[in-house]
């Protein structure tokens, strides 16, 4: 699928526009790489598009208690492949099962910042004839897709189109008077190319759960934040506690009197229902008094020194805990190498 980039000679055509209902804005844009059915979508590859030091414009479904841009955000470096557990909403994804993780597009942002006053809906039906004329005039001077930030109709009020990414022309950032607290920026011309999904973006999608978050800032970042909720918590609990990840099979090492108890603790950013578990994991869980903690729905954003910020999550603690076989499922294997029928070859 081509992008119409109808923009890219236009230094002022710098400005985006994510719609969204997510928690952590400003971290980054993140779309998976094909739709449900395994073909590129316009409103996902729009990822691929951003240039670094473009500005983009986080519209919130309720933040505000009605739809509108709350902040906006500078596009810091990508696209990048990863993985994302994406649950689509309106019409077009009211079909697509929740499911993942799933490889995606993501493009890393900096510098969020929460508008002063938040521009609503209702600033842009004011200005609905404008807007009108601005579409009619750009698909006079540009042929193919426009990815428009609002839809029109003859029986409702004008709306922000159906999409995550949409592309906002500098004329209608012009146009509305409450974006002009917006800073003004080029387009920097970065020769880049456009890169092509892999091929796992059209397998199957057969999992979904804690999966492994390729950023290593972000997955650090949210595994401490779970740990961290643990040693609070049992602490409450009367246990003497101690962080030992880095060297047992387990995460958290509590005593109270002559109890001894592991605690192994899984975070996630997204909506857990599996977490995954090494051989090592699930053999000392069989062998000891183990508590499983999972905290998920973990909230994080990159602040502008590149550091990750978490807060919240929801907490599901198993007691007496023992992996039961029935629910492991292998998604790898150890494979031991032939000691024959190897051709070789010199490094």
């Known amino acids: 699928m081509g992008i119409n980039e109808w923009w890219r000679e236009d230094p002022a055509e710098c400005f985006w526009m994510e719609i969204t209902d997510r928690r952590d804005l400003g971290a980054d844009l993140h779309a998976p790489q094909v739709d449900d059915a395994g073909r590129e979508y316009w409103s996902y590859a729009l990822v691929t598009a951003v240039q670094p030091g473009d500005l983009i414009l986080h ?4 933040l505000l208690g009605a739809p509108g841009i709350v902040g906006y955000s500078t596009a810091a470096e990508g696209p990048e492949e990863d993985e994302i557990v994406w649950a689509s909403q309106g019409s077009y994804g009211r079909g697509r ?3 993942g993780p799933e490889p995606s597009w993501r493009y890393a942002l900096t510098g969020y910042t929460t508008l002063a006053r938040p521009v609503t809906q209702d600033a842009f039906r004011s200005v609905e004839g404008k807007l009108r004329r601005i579409k009619e005039k750009l698909e006079a001077h540009h042929r193919g897709s426009l990815y428009f930030p609002f839809a029109f109709s003859d029986k409702r009020p004008v709306r922000a189109a159906q999409g995550y990414l949409v592309k906002l022309p500098a004329a209608v950032v012009a146009a509305v008077p409450d974006l002009r607290q917006i800073p003004r920026a080029e387009r920097r011309q970065v020769p880049r190319q456009r890169p092509a999904p892999s091929e796992l973006a059209v397998a199957a999608r057969e999992r979904r759960g ?4 390729r950023d290593e ?14 040693l609070r918590h049992y602490i409450t609990q009367g246990y003497d506690v101690k962080d030992v990840g880095g060297t047992k099979s387990y995460d958290v090492h509590a005593t109270a009197g002559q109890r001894e108890l592991h605690v192994e603790v899984k975070g ?3 909506d ?3 977490v995954e578990l090494t051989f090592n994991e699930v053999e000392h869980a069989a062998a000891a008094d183990t508590h499983l903690v999972v905290v998920d729905l973990i909230d994080w954003r990159r602040l502008p020194d590149g550091t990750v910020e978490t807060s919240g999550g929801r907490v599901r603690v198993w007691e007496s805990w023992t992996p039961a076989e029935a629910s492991l ?8 190498l032939p000691r024959s029928g190897a051709r070789r070859y010199s490094g």
């Open 217 to 230: 800032v972000v997955r650090l970042a949210i595994e401490r934040h779970a740990v961290d909720w643990v």
């Open 329 to 336: 499922k292998p998604t790898r294997y150890r494979y031991q």
């Open 210 to 213: 804690a999966g492994y978050l």
């Open 272 to 274: 857990a229902d599996a």
């Open 97 to 99: 099962p929740l499911a």
């Open 268 to 270: 996630s950013s997204g």
């Open 59 to 62: 519209w919130h479904k309720s």
